[in-house]
C-alpha cells in the first residue's frame, strides 16, 4: 500500500504542477480519437497451449482517456500425478492521464488506476497410487469463482507509422479479494496471476490502431520558467 500511495501522490504532484503551467489553456473534453489495442505477450502464450487474450480500448477527453480492457484466459499446468486447469473471463476499467499531450506524432506516455474483476472456474485432477494396486483418482473443481483487485500502471505508446503503434504498460496490481472455495484454493487467477499473492506486477505489450475523429489541436510544450535573482 506505501508503494501505491507513493505512486498516486507523485502523479497528483505532476498534474498539479501541469496544471499550473497550462491554466490558461482551453480545456478541449470533446473525443477526438479511439485507439484499439492487442496484447502481443498474451498471443505469444498459444506457442505452449495456453490461451490468454486480451484488448483494450481507450478514448481521449482533453489530455486524459478513459480506457476498457477485456480479457480471456485458459491456462493448463501439470505435473507428476496431476493436471490443473484454469480457465476464465476478467475485465478492467478506469481513467488515465498522458504526460506528453504534445507529442506531434500522437506519442504518449501515460499513468492510470483501474478496476479489475475476474470470473472463472478451476479443477485439478491427480492420480494417488498406493498399496496393492488401490490406486485412487481424485478431482476438485470450483465453479463460479470471481475476484476483483485494484491496479496502478504506466505505459509508453509510441507511433510506427501512420495509424500503427507499438507500446508496453507495467501494472502494479494490489487490493484483490476472491470468492470464498471449499477444498480447491485456486492457483490462477485469470488477469491477475498467482492468487495466494496479495500483490503482483503484470506486463502487457501492445499493438495499437488509432480511429481519429476529428482534428486535435496539438498542446504547446511547456516553457521552463526562470526566476530572476
Known amino acids: 500500500m506505501r508503494i501505491l500511495k507513493y505512486i498516486i501522490s507523485c502523479v ?5 504542477l501541469s496544471g499550473l503551467a497550462q491554466e490558461k489553456r482551453v480545456r478541449d473534453w470533446k473525443p ?7 496484447d502481443v505477450v498474451g498471443m505469444a502464450r498459444l506457442v505452449s497451449g495456453d490461451v490468454q487474450t486480451e484488448f483494450q480500448a481507450k478514448v481521449d477527453f482533453d489530455h486524459f482517456y478513459m480506457a476498457v480492457d477485456w480479457g480471456r484466459s485458459n491456462l493448463n499446468s501439470d505435473g507428476e500425478n496431476f493436471d490443473y486447469q484454469s480457465s476464465g473471463n476478467f475485465f478492467r476499467v478506469g481513467p488515465q492521464v498522458n504526460f506528453t499531450p504534445y507529442s506531434k506524432i500522437r506519442s504518449s506516455i501515460y499513468f492510470g488506476l483501474m478496476y479489475a474483476h475476474s470470473s472463472f472456474t478451476d479443477e485439478i485432477n491427480y492420480f494417488v497410487v498406493g498399496d496393492d494396486w488401490d490406486n485412487v483418482d481424485l478431482s476438485y473443481e470450483n465453479k463460479g469463482m470471481s475476484a476483483n483487485w485494484m491496479e496502478a500502471m504506466m505505459g509508453l505508446n509510441v507511433r510506427i507509422v ?3 503503434f507499438l507500446g508496453y504498460t507495467v501494472r502494479f496490481k494490489l487490493a484483490k479479494w476472491m470468492s470464498d472455495y471449499e477444498v480447491l484454493q485456486p492457483y490462477e487467477i485469470p488477469g491477475y496471476g498467482q492468487a495466494d499473492k496479495s500483490s503482483v506486477f503484470g506486463f502487457n505489450y501492445y499493438i495499437t490502431y488509432r480511429f481519429g475523429f476529428r482534428k486535435k489541436p496539438i498542446e504547446t510544450k511547456p516553457k521552463r520558467v526562470h526566476l530572476k535573482e
Open 12 to 16: 497528483l504532484l505532476l498534474s498539479a
Open 32 to 38: 477526438s480519437e479511439l485507439f484499439l489495442s492487442a
Open 162 to 164: 501512420g495509424p500503427l
